[in-house]
C-alpha cells in the first residue's frame, strides 16, 4: 500500500481533530497560537497563557539528573528518550508497547508546540517529566512534558551574517550529561547550558564560522566529554571530531578527517588538495561501551563533483571512522564511496546490532548508505561481511570481496552533465532508520530519485562556496520514495510503503509491532512493523523533517513528530485501551539488540 491511499483512506488533520473535539486539551488557544500575527514572542506567550488559564500542573521545579550510568543503560528505561537516536547503539527503538496495532488507530493530539521558524529537523529528549528541544536555527527550550508548557527558553547571540554553506539553517538536537545540557550552534559554537534554568555554563567556539564551519548535529554525551563534529566541506573546510570536557569546556582532543602530510593516508591526496578536503561530521555517532569505541560517520571531500583537483581516494572522507574515546585515535576505518564525486558521504546513522553471524556471535554495524548500498561491517575490527543495493543506482556493478565499489566508467560528473543514480541528496541521508530488536528489521526512508551531475572549475576562496559543479535533479513522476524494511543481516527487502515524494524524515519502530515515520505531503502515519500495512495517519499541515521519537508520562505512551513549524505529542487520552494493550516493562526484558 502507498501514502496517497492511506492520506485519503484514513487521513486525518488538525483541523478535523480541533472540530470534533479529539483535540480538546489544545483548544482555541493552540489554534490562535498557530494563527497569531503578532510576532514571535505573542505565539509562544498565546500558548503560555492558555495553559495557565487551564490550570494545568508545570513541571518547573523538577530538575533532570542523567549521569552517565543512565545513558548506558537508556533501555532500561523507556519511558525517557536520553540521548538524540534513543540509545547509544542508534536503534531508534522504543521499548514502550501501550500504542500498539490494536488500538494505534485511537491516536489523538494531546498537545503541540509551536516553533518560531519551520525545517524541524530536531528529535528532542526527555528525562524526568521535562522535554529538551531545539528549534532551528540554534534555540533550546524546556517543555513540560506532559503539557508541553515552556519553562526556559535560550537563544544565542549570532548576529545575522552567520554562514551555512550547502545546508540550511537547522538543528538536530542536544545532548545531556547530569544537569547540564550541550548545543551546538549554526555559528559553530558549543554550549553548555543549565538544564533547570537554561543558564549558559560555558561557551566555546569549536571553529570559525567565517570560514564556512557550522554545528547543526546533537552532540553524543559520553563519560567524561563531549563529542561533536562540523558542517562545512562546502566550503573547502579540513573536517575534524571534538572531544570538549563537559565541566569546564576545555578541549580534550581532536582528529582531523584529512590526513595531514606524512600522516596515514595523506597519499591518497594530490597536491595540497588536503588543505581544502572537506571530509565534514555533521550527523551523531554511536558507541559501544563495551568494546570502549566511538563510530563515527564522515562527510564528503571537497569540491564536491570535480574529483579532478583532489586525485587518489581521499582519505578519510566517505568513510566510517572507529575512534578510541579517549585519545580520538582511530582504531579502524571503512570507505564506502572512494573519490566521491557525487556528494554522497558517509552521514547516515550508524547502527549497531549484535547477531549471530554464519553460526558465531558477532558484534556487527550496520548502515544503508547514501550510495544506495547497504552494509554489514564487524564492529570490532571494521572488517567488510556484506554488502547490497537497497535502491536503485546505477553507477556501480556492485561490491567486491573488500567492500569496495565496482565503479561503471563514464559515471563521473562532466562538463556536459550525466545521468546518474541516487541524486546528490542519495538514496538516503542524515534522517534516522530504525532497527527493531523483536522483528530484526532495519528500517529505512529510501529516496529514489536520479540527477544530472555537472563539474566545472573553481578555485578556493575562505568562506565561499566550493563546489566544483552542480547537479539538476530528477523530479515529478522520476522521483519517488518509500520505507522500506531490509533484512538486517542481509538487506535483503522484505516489505516497502511508497511514499508520494522522495522523504526527508525519519522513522521509529516500538515494541507495539508498529513504525512510525513522517512525509514531505505532511503526513504522520503508523505501520505495521512486519508487514508494512498502515495503520493510522494524520494530515499535520506541513512537511515532515525530523525524527520520529517516544516517551511514557504518567503512565501514559507518547509518540512526537514535527511537521512545518509545530512538534506534535500523540497519545491515547486517558488511557491505553485496545485489546493488546499493556506496557513493555510487564512483559519481561525484550532481546538485548
Same mark, same amino acid.
Given at each position: 500500500?502507498?501514502?496517497?491511499?492511506?492520506?485519503?483512506?484514513?487521513?486525518?488533520?488538525?483541523?478535523?481533530?480541533?472540530?470534533?473535539?479529539?483535540?480538546?486539551?489544545?483548544?482555541?488557544?493552540? &489554534?490562535?497560537?498557530?494563527?497569531? &500575527?503578532?510576532?514571535?514572542?505573542?505565539?509562544?506567550?498565546?500558548?503560555?497563557?492558555?495553559?495557565?488559564?487551564?490550570?494545568?500542573?508545570? &513541571?518547573?521545579?523538577?530538575?533532570?539528573?542523567?549521569?552517565?550510568?543512565?545513558?548506558?543503560?537508556?533501555?532500561?528505561?523507556?519511558?525517557?528518550?536520553?540521548?538524540?537516536?534513543?540509545?547509544?547503539?542508534?536503534?531508534?527503538?522504543?521499548?514502550?508497547?501501550?500504542?500498539?496495532?490494536?488500538?494505534?488507530?485511537?491516536?489523538?493530539?494531546?498537545?503541540?508546540?509551536?516553533?518560531?521558524?519551520?525545517?524541524?529537523?530536531?528529535?528532542?529528549?526527555?528525562?524526568?517529566?521535562?522535554?529538551?528541544?531545539?528549534?532551528?536555527?540554534?534555540?533550546?527550550?524546556? +517543555?513540560?512534558?506532559?503539557?508541553?508548557?515552556?519553562?526556559?527558553?535560550?537563544?544565542?547571540?549570532?548576529?545575522?551574517?552567520?554562514?551555512?554553506?550547502?545546508?540550511?539553517?537547522?538543528?538536530?538536537?542536544?545532548?545531556?550529561?547530569?544537569?547540564?545540557?550541550?548545543?551546538?550552534?549554526?555559528?559553530?559554537?558549543?554550549?553548555?547550558?543549565?538544564?533547570?534554568?537554561?543558564?549558559?555554563?560555558?561557551?566555546?567556539?569549536?571553529?570559525?564560522?567565517?570560514?564556512?564551519?557550522?554545528?547543526?548535529?546533537?552532540?553524543?554525551?559520553?563519560?567524561?566529554?563531549?563529542?561533536?563534529?562540523?558542517?562545512?566541506?562546502?566550503?573547502?573546510?579540513?573536517?575534524?571530531?571534538?572531544?570538549?570536557?563537559?565541566?569546564?569546556?576545555?578541549?580534550?582532543?581532536?582528529?582531523?578527517?584529512?590526513?595531514?602530510?606524512?600522516?596515514?593516508?595523506?597519499?591518497?591526496?594530490?597536491?595540497?588538495?588536503?588543505?581544502?578536503?572537506?571530509?565534514?561530521?555533521?550527523?551523531?555517532?554511536?558507541?559501544?561501551?563495551?568494546?570502549?569505541?566511538?563510530?563515527?560517520?564522515?562527510?564528503?571531500?571537497?569540491?564536491?563533483?570535480?574529483?579532478?583537483?583532489?586525485?587518489?581516494?581521499?582519505?578519510?572522507?566517505?568513510?566510517?571512522?572507529?575512534?578510541?574515546?579517549?585519545?580520538?585515535?582511530?582504531?579502524?576505518?571503512?570507505?564506502?564511496?572512494?573519490?566521491?564525486?557525487?556528494?554522497?558521504?558517509?552521514?547516515?546513522?550508524?547502527?549497531?546490532?549484535?547477531?549471530?553471524?554464519?553460526?558465531?556471535?558477532?558484534?556487527?554495524?550496520?548502515?544503508?548508505?547514501?550510495?544506495?548500498?547497504?552494509?554489514?561491517?564487524?564492529?570490532?575490527?571494521?572488517?567488510? +561481511?556484506?554488502?547490497?543495493?537497497?535502491?536503485? #543506482?546505477?553507477?556501480?556493478?556492485?561490491?567486491?570481496?573488500?567492500?569496495?565499489?565496482?565503479?561503471?566508467?563514464?559515471?563521473?560528473?562532466?562538463?556536459?552533465?550525466?545521468?546518474?543514480?541516487?541524486?546528490? #541528496?542519495?538514496?538516503?541521508?542524515?534522517?534516522?532508520?530504525?532497527?527493531?530488536?523483536?522483528?530484526?528489521?532495519?528500517? #529505512?526512508?529510501?529516496?529514489?530519485?536520479?540527477?544530472?551531475?555537472?563539474?566545472?572549475?573553481?578555485?578556493?576562496?575562505?568562506?565561499?562556496?566550493?563546489?566544483?559543479?552542480?547537479?539538476?535533479?530528477?523530479?515529478?513522476?522520476?522521483?519517488?520514495?518509500?520505507?522500506?524494511?531490509?533484512?538486517?543481516?542481509?538487506?535483503?527487502?522484505?516489505?516497502?510503503?511508497?511514499?508520494?515524494?522522495?522523504?526527508?524524515?525519519?522513522?521509529?519502530?516500538?515494541?507495539?509491532?508498529?513504525?512510525?515515520?513522517?512525509?514531505?505531503?505532511?503526513?504522520?502515519?503508523?505501520?505495521?512493523?512486519?508487514?508494512?500495512?498502515?495503520?493510522?495517519?494524520?494530515?499535520?499541515?506541513?512537511?515532515?523533517?525530523?525524527?520520529?521519537?517516544?516517551?511514557?508520562?504518567?503512565?501514559?505512551?507518547?509518540?512526537?513528530?514535527?511537521?512545518?513549524?509545530?512538534?506534535?505529542?500523540?497519545?491515547?487520552?486517558?488511557?491505553?485501551?485496545?485489546?493488546?494493550?499493556?506496557?513493555?516493562?510487564?512483559?519481561?526484558?525484550?532481546?538485548?539488540?
Amino acid at each position: 500500500m502507498s501514502e496517497r491511499s492511506i492520506a485519503s483512506r484514513m487521513g486525518r488533520g488538525l483541523a478535523a481533530a480541533i472540530g470534533d473535539g479529539l483535540a480538546a486539551p489544545i483548544g482555541a488557544g493552540f &489554534a490562535a497560537a498557530i494563527g497569531h &500575527a503578532s510576532g514571535r514572542t505573542g505565539r509562544h506567550f498565546a500558548v503560555a497563557v492558555f495553559w495557565v488559564a487551564l490550570g494545568v500542573s508545570i &513541571a518547573g521545579s523538577a530538575t533532570a539528573q542523567v549521569p552517565y550510568e543512565r545513558l548506558v543503560a537508556a533501555d532500561s528505561e523507556p519511558e525517557s528518550w536520553l540521548t538524540y537516536s534513543g540509545n547509544y547503539a542508534s536503534h531508534r527503538f522504543s521499548r514502550l508497547d501501550q500504542i500498539n496495532t490494536g488500538n494505534v488507530a485511537d491516536l489523538r493530539v494531546i498537545w503541540a508546540y509551536q516553533m518560531d521558524e519551520g525545517l524541524i529537523e530536531t528529535t528532542p529528549i526527555v528525562a524526568d517529566g521535562i522535554m529538551y528541544v531545539t528549534e532551528p536555527p540554534s534555540t533550546v527550550a524546556a +517543555l513540560d512534558a506532559r503539557t508541553g508548557k515552556r519553562l526556559w527558553k535560550w537563544t544565542p547571540q549570532m548576529g545575522s551574517n552567520v554562514l551555512h554553506i550547502g545546508f540550511p539553517q537547522v538543528n538536530r538536537g542536544v545532548a545531556i550529561l547530569d544537569s547540564t545540557l550541550y548545543v551546538g550552534t549554526l555559528n559553530a559554537h558549543l554550549v553548555a547550558l543549565d538544564a533547570r534554568s537554561g543558564a549558559v555554563r560555558w561557551d566555546v567556539e569549536v571553529a570559525d564560522n567565517a570560514i564556512g564551519f557550522s554545528l547543526t548535529l546533537a552532540p553524543l554525551a559520553l563519560d567524561g566529554k563531549i563529542i561533536v563534529g562540523v558542517s562545512g566541506a562546502e566550503a573547502g573546510v579540513r573536517g575534524f571530531i571534538d572531544a570538549y570536557d563537559p565541566e569546564t569546556g576545555d578541549l580534550v582532543w581532536r582528529t582531523y578527517t584529512i590526513p595531514a602530510p606524512g600522516e596515514f593516508g595523506s597519499d591518497t591526496w594530490g597536491g595540497n588538495s588536503w588543505e581544502t578536503g572537506g571530509g565534514s561530521t555533521w550527523l551523531t555517532g554511536s558507541y559501544d561501551p563495551e568494546l570502549d569505541l566511538l563510530y563515527w560517520p564522515i562527510g564528503n571531500p571537497a569540491p564536491d563533483w570535480n574529483g579532478d583537483l583532489r586525485p587518489g581516494d581521499n582519505l578519510y572522507t566517505d568513510c566510517l571512522l572507529a575512534l578510541d574515546p579517549d585519545t580520538g585515535e582511530i582504531v579502524w576505518w571503512f570507505q564506502f564511496t572512494p573519490h566521491d564525486t557525487h556528494d554522497w558521504d558517509a552521514n547516515q546513522i550508524q547502527v549497531l546490532v549484535d547477531a549471530e553471524w554464519e553460526g558465531e556471535p558477532r558484534k556487527l554495524v550496520v548502515t544503508a548508505n547514501r550510495n544506495a548500498f547497504y552494509y554489514v561491517l564487524d564492529r570490532e575490527t571494521g572488517e567488510f +561481511l556484506h554488502g547490497t543495493a537497497y535502491s536503485k #543506482q546505477t553507477w556501480a556493478e556492485g561490491l567486491d570481496e573488500n567492500g569496495r565499489p565496482i565503479v561503471i566508467p563514464g559515471t563521473e560528473p562532466t562538463e556536459e552533465g550525466n545521468l546518474v543514480w541516487p541524486s546528490l #541528496q542519495g538514496a538516503a541521508n542524515w534522517f534516522s532508520p530504525s532497527y527493531s530488536p523483536l522483528t530484526r528489521l532495519f528500517y #529505512q526512508p529510501t529516496r529514489i530519485m536520479g540527477a544530472i551531475y555537472y563539474k566545472a572549475e573553481v578555485e578556493y576562496e575562505p568562506g565561499q562556496p566550493f563546489y566544483g559543479g552542480g547537479e539538476q535533479a530528477l523530479r515529478g513522476e522520476e522521483a519517488s520514495g518509500a520505507v522500506k524494511a531490509l533484512d538486517v543481516l542481509t538487506g535483503e527487502l522484505k516489505w516497502e510503503f511508497e511514499l508520494q515524494s522522495p522523504p526527508w524524515a525519519g522513522v521509529m519502530a516500538t515494541a507495539g509491532n508498529l513504525v512510525f515515520g513522517g512525509s514531505n505531503e505532511g503526513n504522520i502515519f503508523a505501520l505495521n512493523a512486519e508487514t508494512g500495512e498502515p495503520l493510522w495517519n494524520f494530515q499535520a499541515g506541513g512537511a515532515v523533517r525530523s525524527g520520529p521519537m517516544a516517551y511514557e508520562i504518567d503512565g501514559q505512551q507518547r509518540i512526537v513528530n514535527s511537521a512545518g513549524g509545530t512538534m506534535f505529542v500523540f497519545g491515547l487520552g486517558s488511557g491505553g485501551g485496545g485489546a493488546d494493550g499493556g506496557s513493555a516493562k510487564d512483559d519481561g526484558p525484550l532481546p538485548e539488540s
